[in-house]
């Protein structure tokens, strides 16, 4: 009798047979179980494709990249909101590299140990409770008040004005508004954010070397730069989104949620605005959540891609794809070879032993002309870059009195796209020209030159400080007492107050209407805005009337310039990114490459993205002439001198850019001594040659 037909598989014909009753199997597993197979298969083979892990990978960076740069876009606000000085801001935006420093090491350690997809899931997850609490402060303190006045909009307004001595002001402060309760609580705050920071760090350490050493294992050989080239392009637009989401959640009023019954007055053009810079952190975390929820369904080990993606023609032969694939491999599984007398780290060592051999392994790469000396460049890039950063937005709001909005829209649609455009030209130049090291070196240097030639004019291109009463006339010299009239003197005026009004006649601003001797107020409407206009002021002339609000700035229009001048001075710098990587590459031992690339991100994040937000914070407070105070302690600065910010903050770029310089040039001369050693000794070889 000839077999049943369930016993396909044991026929003798099997050769013959196989297929059919395969097919026949998965015909029939379909026509009885067609919901299993549709729901079960797909997903099964999407999260089985490299391809698919490319498209979550490039998502997750994007919003991480979102969520860690939102802060500086919103420094500003942040700074007015909870009374925080530069240094204390830049300490803030800077201390999420103290988590990521803190375990970057043994994230290299581990390497492919660990599950990395879910390792990438669960950081992603840390980033975004990291965002929510983030934006935690804002629901647990009390409502925004910027006028140290209570809520009521006719109280607000009343609260500024000349009051005889006799008279308590409706917005004195209490004993007990300054008790160590408050205090506490605002500690509280601050420690909420850098205790958030710091979990951000930590949540983005697996991120990126997991995903990218995760592509490289399972994606086929030749397709490997591709993916990864692709996932460095998308990730590059997240700092520029997160100004452009910042500048969106910053024309929003800060207490959007809570708004106070009697509405306000302020608008964003006014020094006391302060946006909704909470909301964005919600926005980025919920985006983050989105984009990691894929990486748990991610197998630990995938099948090796197979096929090469077809996206140009073909250059290698088939022999010489099959050599570099092993080399590859070999690369990537086998040990390190080592060196006699020279510690390697190879992949087999303890956590004891990886921290033992790591110092002398270090100290050997320090040693290393080339290295250090591309890194240090490195270093002063990133510090220029992260204090740019960081702090770009505020000297644009300061300098031009344009909207923090305004401020981050500029930053995210010109200086952001021109600094990817930089490094996409960088990487062009060295692959098309087939750079040497010593090529690599010159155009390096030529980018700092350049950098440095466009960074002269911005030092001439700002605004000067305007007068202000009360505070100084001319910030060059001391204190003119025809701005300490003696108008205002009968008014009980509250120091710590800010309510600027604006003397539009003389272009004289007073702190607040008190100090401009004001005694009454209308509300005119307009379009549908309500403007407030402070009448009977005893310090205008022929006690007129005065606008609420700061002066208007005379040379507003000059943000474009300095803008684009900016801008393009990202660019060039930009441009020596890839071939200063090249240079790493190139100039250490290839046992050594992979080791040189985690230490030369380790050093920028020490060096660089770390102090260069402090260091930037602190000269900012040198130029402050006015300090807001809470509780006798300085908060939030309310007046810069604009010259001197200008020139200190540009001042600090120039020398971070003047060391980049300096670094590049000594690597060209080390490279060019190297070459004429070279040349000599091939000469002597030669001459030897032909003596025999």
Same mark, same amino acid.
């Given at each position: 009798?000839?077999?049943?037909?369930?016993?396909?598989?044991?026929?003798?014909?099997?050769?013959?047979?196989?297929?059919?009753?395969?097919?026949?199997?998965?015909?029939?597993?379909?026509?009885?179980?067609?919901?299993?197979?549709?729901?079960?298969?797909?997903?099964?083979?999407?999260?089985?494709?490299?391809?698919?892990?490319?498209?979550?990978?490039?998502?997750?960076?994007?919003?991480?990249?979102?969520?860690?740069?939102?802060?500086?876009?919103?420094?500003?606000?942040?700074?007015?909101?909870?009374?925080?000085?530069?240094?204390?801001?830049?300490?803030?935006?800077?201390?999420?590299?103290?988590?990521?420093?803190?375990?970057?090491?043994?994230?290299?350690?581990?390497?492919?140990?660990?599950?990395?997809?879910?390792?990438?899931?669960?950081?992603?997850?840390?980033?975004?409770?990291?965002?929510?609490?983030?934006?935690?402060?804002?629901?647990?303190?009390?409502?925004?008040?910027?006028?140290?006045?209570?809520?009521?909009?006719?109280?607000?307004?009343?609260?500024?004005?000349?009051?005889?001595?006799?008279?308590?002001?409706?917005?004195?402060?209490?004993?007990?508004?300054?008790?160590?309760?408050?205090?506490?609580?605002?500690?509280?705050?601050?420690?909420?954010?850098?205790?958030?920071?710091?979990?951000?760090?930590?949540?983005?350490?697996?991120?990126?070397?997991?995903?990218?050493?995760?592509?490289?294992?399972?994606?086929?050989?030749?397709?490997?730069?591709?993916?990864?080239?692709?996932?460095?392009?998308?990730?590059?637009?997240?700092?520029?989104?997160?100004?452009?989401?910042?500048?969106?959640?910053?024309?929003?009023?800060?207490?959007?949620?809570?708004?106070?019954?009697?509405?306000?007055?302020?608008?964003?053009?006014?020094?006391?605005?302060?946006?909704?810079?909470?909301?964005?952190?919600?926005?980025?975390?919920?985006?983050?959540?989105?984009?990691?929820?894929?990486?748990?369904?991610?197998?630990?080990?995938?099948?090796?891609?197979?096929?090469?993606?077809?996206?140009?023609?073909?250059?290698?032969?088939?022999?010489?794809?099959?050599?570099?694939?092993?080399?590859?491999?070999?690369?990537?599984?086998?040990?390190?070879?080592?060196?006699?007398?020279?510690?390697?780290?190879?992949?087999?060592?303890?956590?004891?032993?990886?921290?033992?051999?790591?110092?002398?392994?270090?100290?050997?790469?320090?040693?290393?002309?080339?290295?250090?000396?591309?890194?240090?460049?490195?270093?002063?890039?990133?510090?220029?870059?992260?204090?740019?950063?960081?702090?770009?937005?505020?000297?644009?709001?300061?300098?031009?009195?344009?909207?923090?909005?305004?401020?981050?829209?500029?930053?995210?649609?010109?200086?952001?796209?021109?600094?990817?455009?930089?490094?996409?030209?960088?990487?062009?130049?060295?692959?098309?020209?087939?750079?040497?090291?010593?090529?690599?070196?010159?155009?390096?240097?030529?980018?700092?030159?350049?950098?440095?030639?466009?960074?002269?004019?911005?030092?001439?291109?700002?605004?000067?400080?305007?007068?202000?009463?009360?505070?100084?006339?001319?910030?060059?010299?001391?204190?003119?007492?025809?701005?300490?009239?003696?108008?205002?003197?009968?008014?009980?005026?509250?120091?710590?107050?800010?309510?600027?009004?604006?003397?539009?006649?003389?272009?004289?601003?007073?702190?607040?209407?008190?100090?401009?001797?004001?005694?009454?107020?209308?509300?005119?409407?307009?379009?549908?805005?309500?403007?407030?206009?402070?009448?009977?002021?005893?310090?205008?002339?022929?006690?007129?009337?005065?606008?609420?609000?700061?002066?208007?700035?005379?040379?507003?229009?000059?943000?474009?310039?300095?803008?684009?001048?900016?801008?393009?001075?990202?660019?060039?710098? $930009?441009?020596?990114?890839?071939?200063?990587? *090249?240079? /790493? =590459? #190139?100039?250490?031992? +290839? @046992?050594?490459?992979?080791? !040189?690339?985690?230490?030369?991100?380790?050093?920028?994040?020490?060096?660089?993205?770390?102090?260069?937000?402090?260091?930037?914070?602190?000269?900012?407070?040198?130029?402050?002439?006015?300090?807001?105070?809470?509780?006798?302690?300085?908060?939030?600065?309310?007046?810069?001198?604009?010259?001197?910010?200008?020139?200190?903050?540009?001042?600090?770029?120039?020398?971070?850019?003047?060391? $980049?310089?300096?670094?590049?040039?000594?690597? *060209?001369? /080390? =490279? #060019?001594?190297?070459? +004429? @050693?070279?040349?000599?000794? !091939?000469?002597?070889?030669?001459?030897?040659?032909?003596?025999?």
């Amino acid at each position: 009798m000839g077999p049943r037909i369930g016993e396909g598989p044991h026929t003798p014909d099997r050769d013959n047979k196989t297929v059919l009753v395969t097919e026949d199997m998965q015909e029939s597993k379909v026509s009885m179980e067609p919901q299993d197979t549709l729901q079960d298969a797909q997903p099964r083979r999407l999260f089985h494709s490299i391809k698919f892990f490319v498209l979550c990978h490039s998502i997750l960076q994007l919003a991480q990249l979102m969520i860690s740069g939102y802060l500086k876009s919103s420094i500003s606000t942040v700074e007015k909101r909870f009374g925080l000085s530069s240094q204390t801001s830049g300490l803030l935006a800077a201390f999420n590299e103290v988590g990521s420093v803190s375990l970057i090491l043994f994230v290299s350690y581990f390497g492919s140990r660990v599950h990395r997809p879910r390792m990438i899931g669960c950081g992603a997850i840390l980033v975004a409770l990291a965002g929510l609490l983030m934006a935690l402060p804002h629901f647990i303190s009390e409502p925004y008040r910027y006028d140290n006045s209570p809520e009521d909009k006719s109280q607000d307004t009343e609260a500024s004005l000349c009051l005889p001595t006799t008279v308590a002001p409706a917005s004195v402060p209490s004993n007990d508004s300054c008790s160590s309760r408050t205090e506490a609580k605002h500690l509280t705050m601050v420690g909420i954010m850098f205790t958030a920071q710091t979990l951000l760090g930590i949540g983005g350490v697996p991120i990126q070397p997991f995903g990218i050493s995760y592509i490289d294992d399972f994606a086929h050989h030749s397709n490997s730069p591709l993916y990864i080239g692709i996932l460095f392009a998308v990730t590059t637009v997240g700092p520029g989104m997160a100004y452009g989401l910042g500048s969106l959640m910053l024309r929003l009023y800060v207490d959007i949620d809570r708004m106070p019954e009697g509405g306000f007055n302020l608008t964003p053009k006014d020094p006391r605005w302060v946006g909704a810079w909470w909301l964005g952190f919600l926005v980025s975390a919920g985006l983050v959540v989105l984009a990691a929820s894929p990486y748990f369904f991610f197998p630990r080990e995938m099948p090796k891609e197979k096929h090469e993606l077809h996206l140009r023609r073909k250059v290698l032969t088939g022999t010489a794809s099959i050599v570099s694939k092993d080399e590859e491999l070999t690369s990537q599984h086998e040990p390190l070879k080592k060196e006699t007398g020279l510690p390697q780290i190879a992949p087999d060592l303890t956590v004891v032993q990886f921290i033992k051999v790591f110092p002398s392994v270090l100290l050997r790469m320090l040693r290393h002309p080339i290295f250090l000396l591309v890194v240090l460049s490195q270093v002063c890039t990133s510090s220029m870059v992260a204090g740019m950063a960081t702090f770009l937005p505020k000297l644009l709001e300061r300098q031009f009195s344009v909207t923090a909005s305004f401020a981050n829209l500029l930053l995210g649609t010109l200086a952001i796209p021109l600094a990817i455009v930089g490094i996409v030209l960088g990487g062009v130049l060295v692959k098309r020209l087939h750079l040497s090291p010593m090529q690599c070196s010159v155009l390096c240097l030529l980018g700092s030159l350049l950098c440095m030639v466009l960074s002269l004019p911005l030092f001439f291109i700002g605004c000067p400080t305007h007068q202000i009463a009360g505070i100084t006339q001319d910030l060059g010299a001391q204190t003119e007492p025809s701005l300490f009239p003696g108008c205002s003197e009968p008014c009980s005026c509250q120091s710590d107050d800010f309510n600027p009004v604006c003397d539009t006649s003389t272009h004289v601003e007073y702190i607040t209407p008190c100090h401009a001797g004001c005694t009454g107020h209308v509300v005119q409407e307009a379009l549908g805005k309500s403007q407030v206009f402070y009448t009977n002021c005893s310090c205008v002339a022929g006690g007129g009337t005065v606008p609420a609000g700061s002066c208007e700035s005379a040379c507003s229009h000059l943000v474009m310039p300095f803008i684009l001048l900016t801008s393009l001075g990202a660019m060039v710098a $930009s441009i020596t990114h890839t071939p200063s990587f *090249m240079l /790493i =590459l #190139r100039g250490v031992k +290839k @046992e050594d490459k992979i080791l !040189a690339v985690g230490m030369q991100f380790m050093l920028l994040r020490v060096l660089a993205w770390m102090p260069s937000p402090v260091i930037h914070g602190s000269a900012i407070d040198t130029t402050c002439v006015h300090w807001a105070l809470s509780c006798g302690r300085r908060a939030v600065c309310r007046y810069y001198d604009h010259d001197l910010l200008r020139t200190r903050f540009i001042g600090l770029q120039f020398f971070f850019k003047s060391g $980049s310089l300096v670094c590049f040039a000594l690597v *060209m001369a /080390i =490279l #060019r001594q190297q070459n +004429k @050693e070279a040349s000599v000794k !091939a000469t002597v070889e030669s001459t030897d040659l032909q003596q025999l």
